[in-house]
């Protein structure tokens, strides 16, 4: 990123979290970070590209904003899980909930469990060997929990959410290690493309594949490897399980964890993914998969 694109991304991104707020100046708001970020000025009006698409549902949601506040919510996502028989076994267990981080202190957590808040995206802390809290780990806590996600990202579905942290047991995949992630995009019911995320917790690589499991030609955030990942055996019951957590939503991201002992767990519905402001690279990418979503959005 230029240095005068990182002096105006820190700027609104001040502006987020301090400035007024409400559905007009928040548009506005993400609309220039957007245009700062993305190597193109994002037409909403006519998307066509898949971020565009992204920042068009931010826009104007065409969903049940009620039932998206609920299911941003960790722990309101899998109270709707648990109201489906069929949807029951994706449900990452609870071990423990905390209203404020002061009921953290002086805390012993077991082996291999994970603390997360539930009102905030992308934060955690992994907890590997049996042990409380360093004084570090108390501040970021903390901080978390004063955070207004809502204010941060102005993302609709995170306003009012209740700031809480949850303790689950750390799931873990191939090998022993943490498992991986599979996050399915989706328009409705149906599959855009899948970000295949593996060492998520030291340093991450990414792959995108198509439903099929071609590996894609491009990357995003982070390095992409260039070999392909063998099929997961999984895949089918995961797209399944994907569709049917997507079918009320427009536009979302369903995060699901592929256990090796053939269990499928749901992370999270994610609404707007990486808020429609992280390029692609090659920029046609974004493009092309906008143009894969549109047409997914007249079947």
């Keep these: 990123m230029l ?13 987020k979290r301090w400035g ?9 708001l993400n609309y220039l970070h957007a245009w700062n970020r993305l190597p193109y000025r994002p037409d909403l009006r006519s998307p066509r590209s898949f971020n565009e698409l992204i920042l068009a549902s931010k826009r104007d949601f065409r969903g049940d904003m009620t039932l998206a506040r609920r299911v941003t919510d960790k722990i309101g996502f899998k109270e709707w899980l ?5 949807r029951r076994p994706l449900i990452v267990p609870t071990l423990e909930v905390f209203d404020a981080p002061h ?13 997360k808040p539930t009102h905030m995206s992308g934060a955690f802390l992994l907890i ?15 901080r978390w929990h004063r955070r207004d996600h809502y204010r941060r990202m102005r993302e609709p579905n995170y306003k009012g959410v209740r700031n809480r942290i949850i303790l689950e047991p750390l ?14 995009f ?34 995003r955030a982070h390095t992409r490897r260039p070999e392909p990942y063998p099929r997961p055996a999984l895949l089918d019951a995961a797209l399944e399980a994907a ?4 079918r009320p939503f427009p536009l979302c991201r369903i995060d699901l964890y592929l256990l090796p002992d053939g269990v499928i767990k749901a992370g999270e519905i994610t609404f707007f993914p990486d808020e429609g402001i992280l390029p692609f690279t090659p920029p046609e990418a974004d493009f092309e998969m906008g143009r894969i979503a549109r047409a997914l959005m007249v079947r």
């Design 103 to 115: 009921e953290l202190e002086g805390r012993t957590f077991a082996r291999d469990t994970i603390l």
């Design 82 to 86: 648990e109201e489906t028989p069929e």
């Design 3 to 15: 240095w005068w694109r990182r002096r105006v991304h820190k700027g609104i991104s001040r502006l």
């Design 243 to 246: 569709a049917d957590l997507a």
């Design 20 to 28: 007024p707020a409400g559905p007009r100046i928040d548009r506005w």
């Design 186 to 219: 989706m328009i409705g019911d149906r599959p855009v493309m899948i970000l295949f995320a593996q060492d998520r917790h030291t340093d991450q690589t990414d792959q995108f594949y198509s439903p099929d499991w071609e590996l894609l030609d491009f990357r």
């Design 171 to 184: 799931l873990r995949g191939r090998d022993g290690l943490p498992a991986e992630d599979f996050k399915f």
């Design 128 to 142: 590997e060997e049996a042990r409380r809290l360093t004084a570090r780990e108390m501040r970021a806590f903390r």
